[in-house]
Each structure stands twice: as C-alpha cells, then as structure tokens.
C-alpha cells in the first residue's frame, strides 16, 4: 500500500542574488511497512528531502503525497496535524529537554494531540513508552544523567508516544558509538517488524546503511540508486517471516522507483 | 477541556521557569516591587482615609453650625460673631419648621479660669447649651454621674459636667461628683463627667472642657455678649460674687431703653437674648444642604431680612471640610500610585526582555515543539503564559510584601491601616495584564519561527 509518493519534487534556496537548487526532481514512492536507508554523501540533500517528507518544509514544485492527502497544499496549521499525528522524529542530536525527566521528554507531543488525556494517563503512556525502549528503569533521570544511546532512545520513545504510521530519524547513529548504534539499529529494526511502523532513516554510513532493506542513495538532489539490500541481516528470516505477517505489513514489494 | 488543557500549560510553564528560579526572580522582581508598592500604598491609603471618616463621624459628619453674621462699620468689618442675631428662639424654631434638622440647640461659650479647691485650671472651652448638645455630639452616656436637664436651663441652674482631662486636673483620682468647683468666683456643683472623646481633626481637646445649662453661662459667667470672650482677662466688673444676679448691668447696654412711643411702633418683644451659635444636626449625610436652605429661609424670616438684605447669620457645614480633606488624602494616594504604576511598567519591560533571551535561548526547542505538532499558535500560548505565570509570581510576591509593609507601617508607626481587596484583585490584574502585553512579542516571535532553523540553531 502506497504511503508517500514523491513526484517531480525540487527544492531551491535562495542565498541573496543567487538561486542554489538542492533537489532537483525527485520521484519516489515509499508503501507502508518499508525500512529505508537514504545515503549519499554530505550535502547531497539527504537532509532536505527529509525535511519535505517529513512534512517540516515545503518544496519549491513538485507533489508530494502522503497517506492520500496532498501535502503540497497544506498550510503550516494542517502540516503541524500530520506530523503530530502520523510522523515521528528522531535526530542526531537527540534534541531532549535539557533538566526535564525522561517521563516529560516522551510525553511532550500528548500536550498538543492528546488534551483529552488526564495527567495519569499521559504518564502511563509516556511509562509504557520507555518500556518498550527498555527504559522502565529511567523515568525520572534528566537527559544529562543518560547516556548518549540511552538519550536518544527516549526521543524513539518521544517519536512514537502518538503511534505514528511512519518514523524519520536524520542520523540516528550520528552522535553514537558503534555498539550503542547497533542498539538503536536493531530497536528500528524491531518496530518496523513488529509494529508495521515505516522508517525512512538519513544516514552517509554505508554500514549502517545495510541494516535496512532498502537504500536510496542521492547525490546532488538526486536519487542515483535505489535498490533493495539482499544483504540485510534480518533480510533471510524477513522474508520466510514474511509469509506469516502478511496483514500486518501488508506489502513489502521492493519496487525500484525510477531515478 | 480547555481549562484542565490551559491549567497543564501554566504547569509547563512553572516547571520551565522552575529550571531556572534565580533568573526567573530577578527577571519578575520589577513586578514585585511594583505590587508590593500599590498595595502597601492603598493599604495605608485606604486606612487613612477609613480612620479620617471615622473621625468626621464623630465629629458629626451631618452637623451644623450657625453663627452670627459679621457686623460692620463704615466697611470696616468686625470679623466673624460680632453681630448678636442668633437666639435660643431661632434654635426652636429650626428645630419646629425645618424637616431636616433633626436636632439643635443653642450654644453660648466662655472661658475662664476654673478653680477647686487649691487647683485651678483654664479648660479650652466652657459650652452653655442644653441637653441636646448632649445627643448631637453623641455623649449621652457620662462616665459619671447624671446630665443636667431642660429644668436646669429654665432655671439657669448652677450644675456643671465635667470633661475627662479636666476632672483628671483639678482632682486627679478623686471623683468630681457632687463637689464644688468655681468660675469666676461662681459656684457650680459638678453633676456629671463626659466620656473621653479624644482630640478632634484640628488637635482640639474634645475632654478639656465644661458643659454647664446655657442660661447659666449666659447670664452669671459670661455677664455679656460673646463680643468679649476671653472673660479671665477682664474680669474686673464680674469679679464680685453676684450669686442672684440675672441679670447683670452690663447687658442693658446692648439693648438701648426704648421709649414709650418706639415700643408702639414695633411691637416685637426685646430678644430674650442671644446666643453665641446654634449647634444643629442634620437627618442624615445627604440632607445636609436641604437643612442648610431650610434653616436659611427660616432665619431670613424671623430676622426679618428683606430680599435684597444680606444673611445676617453664617451656615459652615463639616462635610465641605470632610470633602477637602478625603479629596487630599486620595490625591496623595492617587498620586504614589501612579509611581507604583510606573515601577510596574519598569517591571513589564524586564519581563519582555528575559523573554525575549528565553525565546533565544530555547529556539531548538521552540523548533523540537514545533516538530512534534506544535502550531505557531501553541507556542504562542506556551510564552505568553509563561510571562503571565511569571508576573503572576510576582504579583503574589508583591501582594504578600506589600501588605506585610502595610503590617509594618502600622506595627511601628501606629497608622492605620485597612486591607484592600481591591487592591489585590487590581494587583493580580495588572500583573497579568503586564504579563500579557510584555510577553506578548517575545510569543509572537517564537510562534514565528520556521521549524528547521529552529532545530538547526546552535
Ligand atoms: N536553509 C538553507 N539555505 C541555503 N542553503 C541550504 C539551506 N539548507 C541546506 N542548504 C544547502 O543544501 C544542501 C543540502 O543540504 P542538506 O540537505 O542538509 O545535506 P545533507 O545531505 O548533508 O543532509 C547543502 O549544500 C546546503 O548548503
Ligand atoms: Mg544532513
């Protein structure tokens, strides 16, 4: 099922006088369930498209579809909807709420969605929340007594408090040592088989480029290469999973958009 | 839904000012001050103004007085009371024909030198009048003893009563009741003791005087007219004890023997005498200059004054002088707060400037909300309430300090002081009100911020 769809997307910035494009026509459709890697090298772009897909920017033409809806044409009111309800963030510099409890931090997005809720079950769902990033233990440490993975799970945590369709994460493992990256890579990898939940995951290293499934590489506001990764780690017993978890993901067809 | 949500904000709020409370108290200490200055001044302002009204209340707010009018001579004037038109009549006849005097009695004064025993003593004021006087200044109730009666002004009745001050001169402990004391060589017998009333507004002694009938005074202390009221210093004709002496000599003067022929003419009897003033008290407050004309016409009347003839005769009423003096004391007031007013706007721009660093300081997370779901006019709401919550803060602050000043000032200045619930709603008011229009651009340019650089901003 078709979840984004990109046509003919472009983006340009205008430094005074001059006009520098960024991205220059991007075509892409993403479906529900997928786990993608977008690469390329630094300033290529990764982090603009991001921004677009993830609904915080505008582009300069182009459509851009997300879930039907066409955002390209949404105001500033309805795009701050969207992401609060149907996107997550995760960033590369964790972006939490320096003196303010884990607890706080995840359940910061439930004040602008969720009124309705009381003050218990905002804390119950931020809890549970943490839990399921392995943080029961950690509700009520401040940001500067985590460590840096256990930081940037709480803003995993933050990004799904709303159970979002789809996750972005720009350089999740940017900030990371390469054992606690393993972790949050496998964490994603964990949510988007078990919960369905896309991730659509910015990042310039080719290795961890490979714990995806598929690898969109751009280069100078382009995609030069998308493929499937048939050396993903859980790619074997994905794809014999596959059969078993057909409703929950319902397709994963590795179509290859073109460039 | 939308008050548990606001609440949730204003809890935001605190625990995002929480992380930095230093700052947070400096930032909102102009609002302090400025609260705890209108509030201790309206404090100390109202209280003075409720103990003046006290004290005009028991001066008699409704009270009047009349005195005669001033005689002159070849446009020389003599100066308030010099002519003699008022009489113990004129006092019956306000009294009987005006519906809004409630109350009046004739007044004639004197002083002189009062001795007991081997003390002496010169009180401030020796009043004839009648019992009424009693009632108009509220002293009905005596220390002790018993008030003279209407009898003892018919019959001119040497009593006496005594105020506190001076029963505690001229016989310290002992109890004036029954004993003798004398003016001017007079005996009087002292029936009664006031209760203290204190000094009135000018400073005046209320308890240092003598309430004896009028007609007594008149006729065996005075000797005379009111034109020589200083009678210690001239006393050489009266100085002779003249017990049954009613009439003394001195008072024909005034009154020139009429002949057989000017008594046909006018048929209007000899004034029996006259009076220093008339002490007459209004229904109430508000009828006040209705007595004042009732008791003008009726005057004009019976003292036969043609149209184009003058009063011969002067209405002072206490509320023009409780007007001036409430009008003074709330000028002040009005006055200091104003410059409270201007320590809270000093306040409000210490507001808008720390929000406005905040604003700065926390772009990234201004962008992080925004992210999440936030609406530019979440954010908007998050710093507006924030500033309010912060002047709020110091409102309560200030509301707290300032009236524990007020407590101060009366504490250790004895002045009186009454708390203001006005004031307090007014300083929550203002506070918010300061908060919301100072915090008002710092919100306005957070809710501005385009997402992306706020989270690229370092
Ligand atoms: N706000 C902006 N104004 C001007 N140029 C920008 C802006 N944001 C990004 N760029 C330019 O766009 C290019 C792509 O940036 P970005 O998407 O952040 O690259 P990356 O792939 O490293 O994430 C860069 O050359 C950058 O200089
Ligand atoms: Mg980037």
Redesign the pocket.
């Known amino acids: 099922m078709e979840l984004i769809k990109l046509y003919a997307i472009e983006?340009t910035?205008?430094?005074g006088d001059f006009f520098?494009p960024?991205?220059k026509g991007i075509n892409l459709t993403i479906n529900q369930g997928e786990l993608i890697a977008l690469t390329?090298?630094?300033?290529?772009?990764?982090?603009?498209?991001?921004?677009i897909l993830g609904c915080l920017d505008r582009p300069s033409a182009g459509e851009y579809w997300l879930d039907g809806e066409a955002i390209s044409r949404c105001s500033a009111n309805q795009r701050a909807t969207l992401r609060n309800r149907k996107l997550g963030f995760v960033f590369q510099s964790f972006n939490l709420l320096a003196r303010t409890s884990a607890l706080d931090n995840v359940a910061m997005p439930l004040a602008y969605s969720a009124e309705y809720l009381s003050d218990k079950e905002t804390r119950d769902r931020a809890a549970e929340m943490l839990g399921r990033v392995g943080l029961a233990d950690r509700l009520h440490h401040h940001p500067s007594q985590l460590s840096g993975g256990q930081q940037q799970r709480v803003a995993i945590a933050r990004a799904l408090i709303n159970r979002p369709p789809v996750l972005f994460a720009?350089?999740p493992t940017g900030n990371l040592d390469s054992h606690t990256s393993q972790e949050v890579l496998e964490m994603f990898e964990q949510l988007n088989h078990e919960d369905g939940i896309t991730i659509i995951m910015?990042t310039?290293d080719p290795k961890v480029a490979l714990h995806t499934r598929r690898i969109i590489e751009?280069n100078d506001?382009m995609i030069i290469n998308d493929s499937t990764n048939m050396r993903s780690n859980r790619n074997d017993d994905m794809t014999s999973r596959h059969n078993d978890q057909i409703d929950t993901i319902k397709t994963l067809s590795f179509n290859t958009a073109a460039p | 839904m939308k008050i548990a949500a606001s609440l949730r904000t204003a809890i935001t709020a605190l625990k995002a000012l929480r992380r930095n409370p230093m700052r947070a108290m400096l930032t909102t200490l102009g609002i302090v001050i400025g609260v705890a200055a209108v509030i201790a001044m309206m404090e100390i302002g109202a209280g003075s103004e409720s103990a003046l009204q006290k004290t005009i209340a028991s001066m008699g707010a409704n009270v009047l007085l009349i005195r005669p009018g001033t005689a002159s001579s070849g446009g020389v004037s003599f100066g308030a009371g010099t002519t003699t038109t008022l009489t113990p009549e004129d006092s019956q006849a306000l009294l009987r024909e005006c519906p809004s005097i409630a109350n009046a009695t004739p007044m004639v004064r004197a002083r002189a030198q009062v001795v007991y025993g081997n003390r002496n003593w010169v009180p401030n004021a020796i009043y004839g009048t009648t019992p009424n006087y009693l009632s108009i200044q509220n002293l009905e109730i005596l220390t002790e003893g018993e008030p003279f009666n209407q009898r003892d002004v018919l019959n001119g009745n040497r009593v006496c009563l005594l105020g506190p001050t001076l029963a505690r001169e001229l016989f310290e402990e002992v109890s004036p009741v029954g004993k003798e004391i004398r003016i001017k060589n007079i005996a009087f017998r002292v029936i009664g003791v006031l209760a203290p009333k204190g000094a009135n507004m000018m400073g005046f002694d209320q308890d240092d005087v003598i309430l004896a009938p009028w007609t007594t005074i008149k006729y065996r202390v005075s000797g005379t007219s009111l034109t020589t009221t200083n009678q210690s210093s001239n006393s050489t004709t009266d100085s002779v004890n003249t017990l049954s002496n009613l009439y003394p000599s001195s008072q024909a003067s005034l009154y020139p023997k009429k002949s057989s022929v000017q008594q046909a003419d006018n048929p209007m009897p000899v004034r029996f005498a006259n009076i220093d003033q008339i002490m007459a008290v209004a229904s109430n407050a508000s009828e006040i200059t209705t007595a004042i004309k009732q008791a003008t016409s009726v005057l004009r009347e019976r003292h036969r004054l043609r149209i184009d003839e003058p009063d011969d005769f002067n209405i002072r009423d206490m509320a023009e002088l409780t007007s001036t003096l409430s009008t003074t004391t709330r000028l002040m007031t009005n006055l200091l707060l104003a410059v409270a007013m201007i320590s809270l706007l000093v306040g409000g721009v210490g507001i808008m400037n720390i929000m406005l660093v905040s604003v700065t300081e926390r772009t990234r997370e201004i962008g992080l909300r925004m992210a999440v779901g936030a609406k530019g006019q979440d954010i908007l709401h998050q710093f507006l309430v924030e500033a309010v919550v912060l002047c709020l803060v110091g409102g309560a602050i200030g509301i707290v300090l300032g009236h524990g000043g007020g407590l101060l000032v009366r504490f250790f200045l004895q002045w009186p002081v009454k708390t203001s619930p006005s004031a307090i709603t007014a300083a929550v008011l203002v506070s918010a009100g300061v908060g919301i229009i100072f915090g008002f651009y710092p919100a306005w340019k957070a809710s501005r911020l385009d997402p992306?650089?706020a989270l690229?901003y370092e």
Request: glycine share 14%.
């Open positions: 983006k910035y205008r430094m520098v960024v991205l390329g090298s630094s300033g290529s772009g990764k982090s603009t498209l991001m921004n720009d350089e910015v310039h751009i506001g | 992306i650089e690229r």
